[in-house]
């Protein structure tokens, strides 16, 4: 078995720190060094005693180095225990980066510091105080989406006048959520905003000549109604916005000092990365917690703050000393990233927004030092290159030619970011690259419904649901799943409309009467194949929900197996589509009252009518087989080995500045509106931030036309960046007359370059069980369910243990809580989560919910009986294992009087005899990852564990030996060390594809 090492930068004062006995395990060995590596001032913000601190971290000066080790200082210092110390951040990523490193630094098992985003943060509090905030503890947090179709659907409810035309009704749906959202942020409540409304009412009242202060007085009078009537209609419907996440947890905190107290006793620390990104709620909820004691470290960057248009209050960092005047500041400086004139150049550019900086308005010297050695030499002509074409065509074939040089000398694709504006911007570079054969990942914001394998999943949706839906039916005949030539479907559409008839009736019609039609002997066989599916879809959408219909058609269709199959040769972005789509049509089947077809294609049509549109893959560092196309929002916090900052001219950088449609009330606001200085000064640190991305090239380029429109010349920022003197307008490269030619022989569709396959590199993986087990039975399905997360057919397996097992921890949740649970609340649990979905019939449900109920009632009867308490219940842990985490939930922990400790695992499979029962238990790997787990939070194995299976009620039991627990580590090993090698050969069986969900679509499946 390879050994289960230690981290190397672990701390050593844990095994003292604990009075747990001494652990048995070579990965509780904990070595240093914490310090070590540091620089002075990274050590000196690190090792900061107590008090306010804020570090000013420039980019690449290894701001996520230092709050992590602050952690683990905190930690070996014993200044306070892991879960006395609060970490906010902004994305999930940087939570989990913070929490992979703090595990990687404090040893095995004592990790329980509270790393997470504000909006994590918000919603525990909310929902662990539900009953004082008011809320429920289900309540369903809305996409910005979601929250426009719950007003479209309650629009005539609202006190709207002049922002509800009745000509076009949902106009200002948008902005209103724009306006809620910034109301939000800005901490102001439907009661201050009604009373600020008022007050202006009564100015204006007594100015009767204003005409300008009526009109505002007026809007906001009906914005801040209309503000409070959407208050109230998502307290109602039990619904919450992402700003109520903050702003509710707030109020929470403001409104009820217990819990306030309780908060501010758990929190000895609270630390903020990001921390020029704070809105003004989330700062407010920061220093309340820090109030006793002031133990608050924040780190930031001013020059790095571009969420303005998010909220974000630059105010909060250039203002952190008022709040706490005796501060102490770091500032940070040693790049680890750059070559001195790329840092050079972006201080030079940022220097242009003084005196609104910290280095202005503190006296810091903030220029960055390069610290890096780099193995290439610097080009003689220096890292940064102005470049200018003259046109955008011919800039996009240079950056493409670029990097294939780059690459030729030995740099790999996955080194090059090409950042640009927008995500339509893009689409001149990625079609550079295929023509020259480069493998790209695009990055963007949105996109995914445009998507050809998306495109087509919803028409096929709105074709089952409506057969008089000519464009979508069109879309699907003419899709890769049925392949009709465009020429013939659009004759046979023609044919159609002059017989005022839909496209539907044509095909069918061609079908009776082939002679008279357009399409050929075989094309009428796949018209026929396609009206027989649409109406065998249209008779199962009255019994299936929307998810399970959409599957049944990818998959019967032979469609998901063809991408699987297609996913090995060329990656799986297609196929990751799919399953992101799927995720949407299940999200919004569960908002439903009725997750049918007819209802989940008007919610997915507003969805698509209001604006949403979800990104299509995320950009992976660590991916080094393709080049990153991403917007500069995208591109913060990472790095690569050359930059392409492309479409530089005045026009789109500073880009316009687009105002919210509907504004604040200025006298609410604890930041005014963006002016042009401040719009132009936010579009700058933008410009800072792609320029401080690149490690040893930079290339700032630019062309003279776009698409025909002249532009105004080259970006401003490029020439402050460059000391260069104002609307200086660098020498236009040409390409040669016959390159240009060459290159539109061919223009090859997007995307043709094959998306690479993600490395998981050196980075910690976060496993459960259920997907160790899956590596382990067979690799692809681990791949399917857990890389390109396929979604997977509805079970009816799936819905019986689920609902027995919601039943049964609500059970011994009343439990802990003290309470008892009566048996016909029991059978209310298991109905209140029983779904219809996955049965085979009507009678087969009915069936399964009479087995549940009965297997429910033998387990009442049997507690009755049981004088065993449990002491935790459905407990999350995570913890190290070497360089890796496990993460999982005990069921049921139980200790008794002389300290016995029991761990159960719940399980709705069907053994009836001890014997095998015992046997399951003493194989299970799950429990002796249990039985790893607790001895790293505790230090010690428990005494038993048992799996009880409820359908018989007869528990086996297993002791965890030694012999099991190393055999487990092995299994653990093995999974992890193929994860990470992205090694996914299929291992089929006649029995393990049996039960594979994927085996309709694997073609590796034992048939
Ligand atoms: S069908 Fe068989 S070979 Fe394919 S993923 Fe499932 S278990 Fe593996």
Not at 195 to 213: F, H, S, W
Not at 270 to 292: C, G, K, S
Not at 777 to 804: D, I
């Amino acid at each position: 078995m390879p050994p289960v090492v230690p981290s190397p930068d672990q701390i050593p004062f844990f095994e003292e720190l604990t009075a747990a006995p001494r652990p048995r395990r070579p990965h509780l060995r904990i070595q240093p060094p914490l310090l070590a590596d540091l620089t002075v001032r990274q050590r000196k913000a690190v090792t900061h005693e107590s008090g306010p601190l804020l570090i000013v971290a420039g980019a690449g000066t290894g701001k996520t180095t230092v709050i992590t080790r602050r952690i683990a200082w905190l930690i070996a210092e014993k200044r306070a225990l892991p879960s006395e110390i609060l970490a906010l951040t902004f994305t999930d990523r940087a939570a989990l980066e913070m929490v992979e490193r703090v595990d990687r630094l404090v040893p095995y098992g004592q990790t329980d510091a509270a790393i997470s985003t504000f909006h994590a943060f918000g919603d525990r509090l909310l929902r662990e105080h539900a009953l004082e905030a008011g809320l429920s503890d289900r309540s369903t947090v809305l996409s910005r989406a979601e929250q426009i179709i719950l007003l479209r659907e309650h629009l005539f409810e609202l006190p709207l006048d002049r922002y509800r035309p009745l000509g076009d009704p949902t106009r200002f749906l948008s902005a209103l959520v724009t306006l809620i959202s910034r109301l939000r942020d800005e901490d102001i409540s439907p009661a201050s905003y009604l009373g600020a409304a008022a007050e202006l009412r009564q100015r204006a009242a007594d100015a009767p000549d204003d005409e300008v202060l009526a009109e505002e007085a007026a809007r906001h009078a009906e914005l801040s109604a209309a503000f409070d009537a959407y208050e109230r209609l998502m307290r109602t419907t039990d619904r919450l916005d992402f700003g109520d996440q903050v702003g509710l947890a707030l109020r929470l905190l403001r409104d009820h000092p217990s819990v306030l107290e309780e908060e501010r006793a758990r929190y000895r620390y609270i630390l903020v990365d990001e921390f020029q990104d704070t809105n003004h709620a989330q700062w407010e909820i920061v220093r309340l917690l820090a109030e006793p004691h002031g133990n608050v470290t924040v780190v930031g960057d001013d020059d790095q703050s571009i969420y303005r248009f998010r909220g974000a209050a630059l105010g909060n960092i250039l203002g952190f000393r008022e709040a706490y005047p005796k501060a102490a500041s770091v500032v940070l400086v040693d790049n680890y990233r750059s070559r001195q004139p790329i840092l050079d150049a972006a201080h030079r550019l940022i220097k242009h927004n003084d005196p609104d900086r910290l280095e202005a308005r503190e006296g810091l010297d903030k220029r960055l030092r390069a610290r890096l050695r780099f193995d290439r030499p610097e080009p003689a002509s220096g890292p940064i290159e102005m470049v200018a074409f003259a046109t955008g065509s011919d800039e996009a074939d240079a950056v493409a030619d670029r990097i294939d040089a780059s690459m030729l000398a030995g740099r790999r694709a996955g080194d090059h970011a090409i950042l640009v504006r927008g995500n339509r911007e893009a689409d001149p570079y990625l079609r550079a690259l295929n023509m020259a054969h480069i493998p790209w990942r695009f990055s963007g914001t949105a996109g995914l419904y445009r998507q050809p394998e998306v495109r087509v999943l919803i028409s096929f949706l709105r074709a089952v649901n409506d057969p008089d839906d000519s464009v979508s039916l069109y879309d699907l005949a003419t899709s890769e799943i049925f392949g009709l030539a465009a020429s013939d479907v659009t004759l046979a559409l023609s044919n159609a409309r002059r017989r005022r008839s839909s496209l539907a009736v044509a095909l069918g019609d061609a079908v009776t009467d082939p002679e008279r039609s357009p399409f050929s002997l075989r094309a009428i066989e796949v018209v026929q194949r396609l009206l027989g599916s649409l109406e065998a879809h249209r008779a199962m959408s009255t019994e299936k929900s929307s998810g399970e219909l959409l599957y049944h058609f990818i998959s019967g269709s032979g469609w998901l197996a063809r991408l699987a199959h297609e996913g090995r040769e060329t990656g799986e972005e297609r196929l990751a589509n799919v399953a992101r789509f799927f995720e949407i049509v299940r999200r919004q089947g569960s908002l439903l009252r009725d997750d049918r077809l007819p209802f989940l294609v008007a919610q997915l049509d507003t969805l698509i009518e209001t604006g949403d549109d979800p990104s299509t893959a995320d950009v992976d560092p660590d991916d080094g087989d393709a080049v990153h196309v991403l917007t500069y929002h995208k591109a913060k916090g990472l790095e690569f080995g050359v930059v392409f900052m492309v479409g530089l001219i005045d026009d789109r950088f500073p880009g316009w500045n687009r105002r919210d449609a509907l504004e604040l009330p200025e006298a609410l606001v604890s930041a005014p509106p963006s002016d042009a200085d401040q719009h132009v000064a936010e579009e700058r640190r933008l410009f800072y931030v792609g320029m401080t991305r690149a490690r040893e090239r930079l290339v700032l380029s630019s062309a003279q036309d776009y698409g025909g429109r002249r532009s105004r010349g080259v970006s401003r920022f490029v020439a402050e960046a460059l000391d260069l003197p104002p609307a200086t307008q660098p020498e236009t490269i040409r390409p040669a007359v016959l390159e240009q030619l060459a290159r539109h022989q061919a223009s090859p569709t997007l995307p043709a370059a094959p998306a690479a396959r993600p490395q998981l590199g050196g980075r910690p993986l976060s496993l459960s069980y259920g997907q160790i087990n899956d590596y382990l039975e067979c690799p692809a399905k681990y791949r399917y369910g857990h890389v390109v997360r396929l979604p997977t057919p509805a079970s009816h397996q799936m819905v019986y243990g689920r609902a027995l097992h919601a039943a049964v921890q609500a059970y011994h949740r009343l439990q802990l809580a003290g309470g008892a649970m009566s048996i016909d609340e029991l059978h209310a649990a298991l109905d209140a989560n029983w779904e219809s979905v996955g049965f085979l019939t009507r009678e087969h449900e009915e069936a399964r919910r009479i087995t549940a109920r009965e297997a429910l009632s033998r387990f009442w009867d049997a507690q009755q009986r049981d004088p065993a308490q449990p002491t935790a219940v459905e407990r999350d842990f995570t913890v190290a294992f070497g360089r890796d985490r496990l993460r999982g939930r005990y069921d049921r922990v139980d200790r008794d009087v002389a300290g016995r400790v029991v761990i159960t695992d719940y399980k709705s499979s069907d053994v009836r005899d001890l014997g095998t029962a015992n046997r399951r238990a003493k194989e299970s790997l799950q429990l002796s990852i249990y039985a790893l787990a607790h001895e790293a939070e505790h230090g010690s194995l428990p005494d038993e564990l048992a799996l009880h299976f409820l359908e018989s009620g007869i528990v086996g039991r297993a002791e965890p030996t030694e012999k099991r627990l190393e055999k487990a580590q092995e299994q653990l090993t093995q999974a992890a060390t193929g994860i990470r090698a992205h090694q996914f050969e299929a291992t089929p069986s006649a029995m393990r594809c049996g039960y594979c969900p994927f085996r309709e679509i694997c073609p590796d499946a034992s048939r």
